[in-house]
């Protein structure tokens, strides 16, 4: 029944299905084994690399790297033989939502000596103001802290790029304004280049997401680069993002809330 069926469609019909299926092929190989949001191809071979001439390494997590031992984590967790200085822990997304492992996270990366930030995961789907409010309500962020994060991948399709631009800035203005610090922007470098690239962006440090390079290919300043998401680390189950940071230990400390003065003697003291 069916082969009857077939056999009467008529030549268009063919070449448009054929032309889907073709399409659809090439749609899932950029999805999974290009696209920053692929599968983790490279890590069923092991294939993870360490760029090399950075010092101050560090991860970033959410809930899906499920319950963390964070003491075999903070004694074990080296990356490229270097210890793990900072934990970048997911928060909030869009105006309601939190990240149900957040507090524990957040609470246990302090206790156990990790440098700890906290970042916004963007929507599409509610304005730049109650996502602010959203994250401001929910992330008490105290010296020693990095500077809140805003994860931004993502474009409403019927948002023009300068509303989206206008959009990105009144969140970054009302963070910046509540927390008194610049906060971050996370994104990977082709959305920076094709969104976020006006030189008013350029003040607030830089978190790049580039997997699988030897080096960045952003020309521009940058603080952070996360640059695979299949690292493995003792204390976490599955794989988990590893970050570099681009500068030393005391950089990094003084980039925390209430250290860009001067951070004492005694970040100075653990660098060397």
């Known amino acids: 029944?069916?082969?009857?069926?077939?056999?009467?469609?008529?030549?268009?019909?063919?070449?448009?299905?054929?032309?889907?299926?073709?399409?659809?092929?090439?749609?899932?190989?950029?999805?999974?084994?290009?696209?920053?949001?692929?599968?983790?191809?490279?890590?069923?071979?092991?294939?993870?690399?360490?760029?090399?001439?950075?010092?101050?390494?560090?991860?970033?997590?959410?809930?899906?790297?499920?319950?963390?031992?964070?003491?075999?984590?903070?004694?074990?967790?080296?990356?490229?033989?270097?210890?793990?200085?900072?934990?970048?822990?997911?928060?909030?997304?869009?105006?309601?939502?939190?990240?149900?492992?957040?507090?524990?996270?957040?609470?246990?990366?302090?206790?156990?000596?990790?440098i700890r930030g906290a970042y916004h995961f963007w929507s599409t789907r509610s304005s730049a103001t109650a996502q602010a409010l959203h994250y401001i309500n929910k992330v008490k962020l105290i010296d020693g802290d990095l500077p809140p994060v805003l994860d931004v991948e993502h474009k409403a399709k019927d948002m023009t790029p300068e509303a989206f631009k206008d959009s990105v800035l009144r969140w970054l203005d009302m963070v910046e304004r509540h927390y008194k610090v610049k906060p971050i922007i996370y994104t990977y470098y082709k959305f920076k280049m094709k969104y976020l690239s006006d030189q008013i962006f350029d003040q607030y440090p830089y978190w790049i997401a580039h997997y699988y390079v030897d080096k960045v290919e952003y020309t521009g300043e940058w603080k952070f680069w996360q640059h695979t998401d299949a690292g493995k680390l003792p204390g976490i189950k599955g794989y988990v993002d590893f970050d570099i940071y681009n500068g030393s230990y005391y950089d990094l400390r003084k980039l925390t809330i209430g250290s860009h003065s001067q951070i004492g003697e005694e970040a100075y003291q653990v660098e060397l």
């Open 1 to 114: 029944m069916i082969v009857r069926i077939l056999q009467k469609l008529p030549g268009w019909a063919w070449w448009f299905g054929g032309s889907c299926v073709v399409l659809a092929y090439i749609w899932a190989f950029y999805y999974f084994f290009v696209s920053p949001f692929g599968f983790r191809w490279k890590a069923l071979y092991g294939d993870v690399s360490y760029p090399e001439g950075y010092e101050i390494q560090g991860i970033d997590i959410s809930h899906y790297q499920g319950t963390i031992d964070w003491d075999l984590l903070k004694n074990n967790g080296m990356i490229n033989k270097c210890p793990v200085r900072f934990v970048m822990i997911k928060a909030t997304e869009g105006a309601t939502r939190i990240d149900r492992c957040f507090e524990h996270n957040f609470y246990q990366a302090r206790e156990y000596g990790f």
